[in-house]
């Protein structure tokens, strides 16, 4: 299958920094990509879909200036945690679809530890 | 609305068949995926099923839809230790866009 990453795996920050996370999409090209957050113990919430060259696109309820997204080329959408805080903690995925394929391929995920 | 609900916890026996199942709200769902999720990893697709399909069978693995009850389910035969992981039921709507994920069942297997 093809195959998204992740970078970095793991991150730990102190309050009030910004965090950038990279998803790359390694075999293809993704006009478009989700970002997910999970927390311990429950399911992946949709936060927004990224598109390439234009605007993110963000769920009810997830701040768009705290999470900024950015899709700068057909194979790479950033994710910038800003002025983080404790409750920002958690497990962030992102997912891509290769063109004309029905299956999403999801990255490893960064695990996001703000002290 | 949207809503996928998955049983919590699941616990078999090495060899026998695991069934987990999940059920949903959202009647115009297109296709229903079945991801799993092992500790501190991102998640891996084991199969999905378009909706007007009733069943698929994919080696050890069988997704049934009954979608006049909105009911999924996955069986794995002859479980083993390694699939011991976290197993999502997720419904993809508005497109194939957004995918509308359950809690997770997790899934122990014992001896």
């Known amino acids: 299958g093809a195959v998204v990453s992740q970078h970095p795996s793991w991150v730990i920050c102190k309050s009030g920094t910004s965090v950038k996370i990279e998803c790359r999409s390694l075999?293809?090209?993704?006009?478009?990509m989700f970002w997910y957050r999970q927390f311990p113990k429950q399911s992946l919430m949709l936060m927004a879909t990224s598109n390439e060259g234009s605007k993110a696109t963000y769920e009810q309820g997830v701040e768009k200036d705290k999470f900024l997204i950015n899709h700068a080329s057909l194979t790479l959408s950033t994710l910038t945690v800003t002025s983080a805080h404790p409750e920002d903690s958690s497990f962030y995925i992102c997912?891509?679809?290769?063109?004309?394929?029905?299956?999403?391929?999801f990255g490893p995920g960064t695990r996001l530890t703000v002290l | 609305g949207e809503d996928v609900e998955q049983s919590l916890f699941l616990s078999v026996r090495e060899g026998d068949s695991s069934v987990i199942n999940c059920t949903y709200t959202?009647?115009?769902?297109?296709?229903l995926y079945w991801y799993k999720q092992e500790p501190g990893a991102g998640l891996q697709l084991l199969t999905y099923?378009?909706?007007?399909?009733d069943m698929k069978q994919d080696q050890r693995l069988t997704v049934l839809l009954n979608k006049k009850d909105k009911h999924l389910s996955l069986r794995i035969a002859d479980t083993q230790t390694g699939d011991s992981a976290i197993y999502f039921c997720?419904?993809?709507?508005?497109?194939?866009?957004?995918?509308?994920f359950g809690a997770g069942t997790r899934l122990a297997v014992h001896p």
């Open positions: 099923i378009f909706s007007n399909m």
């Open positions: 075999d293809f090209q993704a006009t478009t």
């Open positions: 997912s891509a679809r290769p063109p004309g394929q029905q299956e999403k391929f």
């Open positions: 959202d009647s115009s769902s297109t296709y």
């Open positions: 997720a419904e993809s709507i508005r497109g194939y866009n957004k995918l509308i």
